[in-house]
């Protein structure tokens, strides 16, 4: 189960990302409109949403969201969408099986900025591709600049309890990336861990591997900023 990650920052958006695993599972179907009715978040990111552009235009006109931009899912996996309203212009730069890259402009506040969402590959050794494309999103952009998302990776062994140790090379791997873009942790309100594979006892594996990371820049536009992890349909204080 992945818990729901919501960015807030005041006087501009609220921005929600789920991992939904299945647009077209009970759960997805019962709990994202009445996600939308509660939180009323400005901007929608769906990771895994197994559905292709057809069918995810369904989903938008249940959701009332007016823009969308949509990664078909290959095969039985991935797909990703970002749900937006029309006080947000999102401008798409490219997009891929593992991210959606662009920029928001917010017309109340003529304040622009480059995001980046995010879908680390389920696959630990081939997470280096990602890694190495916003390498080289970073070697092109200057100022402000987001990222926000599913990485499927952790900083440190304090973020999994359960399971194999993961090994330390894609641990490292992920921290040098995050030196590498020079991006600061925007740190959490709520449950510690994102991701939790609902077994008992020993078989129980929690992670954090959804997480709000910004350079200096993007800080500075937002200082009051705040992210928060929680289970469906809990709204951040």
Same mark, same amino acid.
């Given at each position: 189960?992945?818990?729901?990650?919501?960015?807030?920052?005041?006087? @501009?958006?609220?921005?929600?990302?789920?991992?939904?695993?299945?647009?077209?599972?009970?759960?997805?179907?019962?709990?994202?409109?009445?996600?939308?009715?509660?939180?009323?978040?400005?901007?929608?990111?769906?990771?895994?949403?197994?559905?292709?552009? #057809?069918?995810?235009?369904?989903?938008?006109?249940?959701?009332?969201?007016?823009?969308?931009?949509?990664?078909?899912?290959?095969?039985?996996?991935?797909?990703?969408?970002?749900?937006?309203?029309?006080?947000?212009?999102?401008?798409?730069?490219?997009?891929? #099986?593992?991210?959606? +890259?662009?920029?928001?402009?917010?017309?109340?506040?003529?304040?622009?900025?480059?995001?980046?969402?995010?879908?680390?590959?389920?696959?630990?050794?081939?997470?280096?591709?990602?890694?190495?494309?916003?390498?080289?999103?970073?070697?092109?952009?200057?100022?402000?600049?987001?990222?926000?998302?599913?990485?499927?990776?952790?900083?440190?062994?304090?973020?999994?309890?359960?399971?194999?140790?993961?090994?330390?090379?894609?641990?490292?791997?992920?921290?040098?990336?995050?030196?590498?873009?020079?991006?600061?942790?925007?740190?959490?309100?709520?449950?510690? +861990?994102?991701?939790?594979?609902?077994?008992?006892?020993?078989?129980?594996?929690? @992670?954090?591997?959804?997480?709000?990371?910004?350079?200096?820049?993007?800080?500075?536009? +937002?200082?009051?900023?705040?992210?928060?992890?929680?289970?469906?349909?809990?709204?951040?204080?």
């Amino acid at each position: 189960m992945s818990l729901l990650g919501f960015v807030s920052f005041p006087e @501009e958006a609220m921005i929600t990302s789920w991992n939904c695993r299945g647009m077209g599972s009970p759960e997805a179907i019962r709990s994202v409109p009445a996600l939308v009715k509660k939180v009323d978040p400005d901007v929608l990111f769906l990771v895994e949403t197994k559905l292709l552009y #057809k069918k995810l235009k369904h989903v938008q006109k249940k959701l009332k969201y007016p823009q969308v931009y949509v990664v078909d899912h290959v095969g039985r996996s991935g797909g990703l969408a970002v749900l937006y309203k029309d006080n947000i212009s999102f401008l798409v730069v490219d997009g891929n #099986k593992n991210a959606i +890259f662009g920029t928001f402009l917010n017309y109340l506040s003529n304040v622009s900025w480059p995001v980046s969402f995010i879908y680390g590959d389920p696959v630990a050794h081939k997470r280096i591709a990602v890694w190495n494309y916003l390498r080289d999103l970073r070697n092109v952009l200057s100022g402000p600049w987001l990222i926000l998302g599913d990485f499927n990776a952790i900083t440190s062994l304090s973020e999994k309890e359960g399971g194999n140790p993961t090994p330390s090379r894609y641990i490292d791997d992920f921290v040098f990336l995050m030196e590498d873009l020079e991006m600061a942790d925007l740190g959490y309100h709520g449950p510690a +861990f994102t991701w939790l594979n609902n077994r008992l006892v020993v078989a129980n594996i929690k @992670e954090r591997i959804y997480r709000v990371v910004a350079n200096a820049e993007w800080l500075n536009l +937002f200082p009051l900023v705040s992210v928060g992890y929680s289970f469906l349909l809990i709204m951040l204080p």
